[in-house]
């Protein structure tokens, strides 16, 4: 078909410059113009439209407006306030665990949903943002536990990275003298997931309604850890000792989705923001203050999602 197209045009040419009385055409290459008009007019259109289409496409991809950002929630609350405030929004039914919601944002192209709960669904969620729908980013919002005394209920954390404490091969000895840290992957040593610099520099602008520090609000900046559990405030003591032993810091927060998410993008290439608002905390109830303070801890962090939206 393009080889084709190649020779017509260049027929063509060749016909504009006998036209012009530049070049004398042989006998034979101008019955094969005449013959071929129609075709040539054609296809020359068709390579036209082709070069100026190719050249959007360019323009689009590399202009701000032109990235398509991936949001993902493990909770409908999670994603509650972009139901509320993205538009246009279509509906697209991937299985019958996952559905992906698209629309915009300020003018911007925002690719949204609710994952489910834990690193499975939130790695399948993320694949398929990245690979079906051509995320050129995604930004993890949700509740998670805190981890440090001092914390409140609300309190915003943005994941300077993340890491998967779930994963755990200290007792794997491939060979001698080889070891591994709680949280490290076998072989290719990923153990920290890094916060994309760029998400995570326009997460530290967003401005935050007058509301939330007159609650006593706090932004905290920090590790974030996953795992496949649960943990009420028993088990939160815990795991802080744990993690500290096995050299994973003293991370602000404790969740089931991030590093699942964080470990897709980084095998893509995509740029990763994990943000949490704390739903309990080191003491009462983990339980009770999950129930009743996970909408307005989600809601806390819309703010800052609407402003990555806006400047990414």
Known sequence: MSSVCGILVALACLELAEASKKVPLPPVVDEAIKKNASSIILYVAIAVLSLSFLALMTIFKSSPGGKVIGVMGAMPPEIAMLNKYVKNIKEVKVNDSLT??????????VVYACAGVGTVFAATTATTMIVK????????????????????????????DCANYDMDVTKFVPFPGCTFKL???????WLEYPADPSLLEIARS????????QKGGTVREGRIVTGSVFVDVPGKK?????????????????????????????????????LRALS??????????FNAFTNEAADNLWPIVAHVLESY
């Open 238 to 274: 815990a795991l802080v000792k744990k993690l500290k032993d096995a050299a994973l810091g003293e991370p602000e927060a404790v969740e089931m989705e991030c590093a699942g998410v964080a470990q897709v993008c980084r095998s893509f290439g995509t740029p990763f923001l994990g």
């Open 133 to 160: 729908f051509n995320c050129s980013a995604i930004v993890f919002t949700g509740v998670a536990g805190g981890l440090k005394e001092g914390q409140q209920v609300g309190d915003i954390v943005l994941g300077v």
């Open 206 to 213: 967003a401005q935050l309604p007058a509301s939330f520090k």
């Open 280 to 289: 309990d905390t080191m003491k009462g109830d983990a339980n009770a203050d």
């Open 100 to 109: 992906i919601f698209t629309g915009t944002y300020a003018g911007k192209q």
């Open 183 to 189: 949280g490290q992957l076998p072989f290719i040593n």
